[in-house]
């Protein structure tokens, strides 16, 4: 069944653009130029992927995707034409996934919507064995079949990212991951000098969902200048 894709910005042009080159790959894409119309779209269909402009007339991409990550969990991509790094990291800090920068190529925007469809569909359709469906450890449990997390027996809400993170640092228990090994299991693309700020980013916004401390860490540990790790209990 092919994946739907909701695409949001005010820039006729560009939203039209990305709606055909979308369809071309035989997706299909719900397309509004305003951020009222997409929420009213989520609320109706099953979205499976956003993409988002920043800039929108009725509001901002930021505000959709904190609606988003209210109730959803699906990948949402932002568009920003800016290039300052903060637009990036708050885009990232709110939940989104990725970020693409304007101008950019259609078909790099559509590889990073393959490889954010990828990412989804693995980590949570997967048939690992038995052994590898269920990690639990010090009081978190992940549960690769439902996606879900538990900490100290409370759910925690996890992004799809979030949970890739933790799954991929979890279940190397005792190995420093590096943030290079991270990138390409998370977001099975290829390392370059700023994505090493992508996955800093989400680290430290998992951190703050599970109450952990970077200099003082229960569960993430910084190892400076090499990755991240978890110690093995």
Same mark, same amino acid.
């Given at each position: 069944?092919?994946?739907?894709?909701?695409?949001? !910005?005010?820039?006729?042009?560009?939203?039209?653009?990305?709606?055909?080159?979308?369809?071309?790959?035989?997706?299909?894409?719900?397309?509004?130029?305003?951020?009222?119309?997409?929420?009213?779209?989520?609320?109706?269909?099953?979205?499976?992927?956003?993409?988002?402009?920043?800039?929108?007339?009725?509001?901002?991409?930021?505000?959709?995707?904190?609606?988003?990550?209210?109730?959803?969990?699906?990948?949402?991509?932002?568009?920003?034409?800016?290039?300052?790094?903060?637009?990036?990291?708050?885009? *990232?800090? *709110?939940?989104?996934?990725?970020?693409?920068?304007?101008?950019?190529?259609?078909?790099?925007?559509?590889?990073?919507?393959?490889?954010?469809?990828?990412?989804?569909?693995?980590?949570?359709?997967?048939?690992?064995?038995?052994?590898?469906?269920?990690?639990?450890?010090?009081?978190?449990?992940?549960?690769?079949?439902?996606?879900?997390?538990?900490?100290?027996?409370?759910?925690?809400?996890?992004?799809?990212?979030?949970?890739?993170?933790?799954?991929?640092?979890?279940?190397?228990?005792?190995?420093?991951?590096?943030?290079?090994? *991270?990138?390409?299991?998370?977001?099975? !693309?290829?390392?370059?000098?700023?994505?090493?700020?992508?996955?800093?980013?989400?680290?430290?916004?998992?951190?703050?969902?599970?109450?952990?401390?970077?200099?003082?860490?229960?569960?993430?540990?910084?190892?400076?200048?090499?990755?991240?790790?978890?110690?093995?209990?």
């Amino acid at each position: 069944m092919a994946a739907n894709i909701l695409v949001v !910005d005010d820039e006729q042009a560009i939203a039209d653009l990305v709606d055909l080159y979308l369809k071309n790959e035989d997706y299909n894409v719900f397309k509004f130029y305003n951020g009222q119309d997409a929420l009213n779209c989520i609320e109706k269909e099953k979205i499976d992927l956003a993409i988002l402009d920043v800039m929108l007339p009725d509001g901002d991409g930021f505000s959709i995707c904190q609606r988003i990550r209210e109730k959803h969990t699906f990948p949402v991509i932002m568009l920003t034409a800016k290039e300052e790094e903060i637009d990036k990291i708050t885009g *990232l800090t *709110l939940g989104a996934d990725d970020y693409v920068t304007k101008p950019f190529r259609p078909l790099e925007l559509v590889a990073r919507v393959k490889a954010q469809l990828r990412r989804f569909t693995r980590y949570n359709s997967a048939e690992p064995p038995q052994e590898e469906r269920l990690i639990a450890f010090s009081g978190l449990i992940l549960d690769r079949d439902s996606h879900e997390c538990m900490l100290n027996e409370k759910p925690l809400s996890l992004t799809p990212t979030e949970f890739s993170l933790l799954w991929v640092l979890a279940s190397n228990r005792g190995r420093v991951v590096s943030s290079e090994e *991270l990138f390409r299991e998370v977001w099975g !693309d290829k390392y370059f000098s700023n994505s090493n700020n992508t996955v800093m980013v989400h680290i430290r916004h998992l951190r703050e969902k599970m109450h952990d401390s970077a200099e003082h860490p229960k569960y993430i540990k910084t190892v400076w200048g090499v990755g991240y790790k978890i110690e093995k209990n």
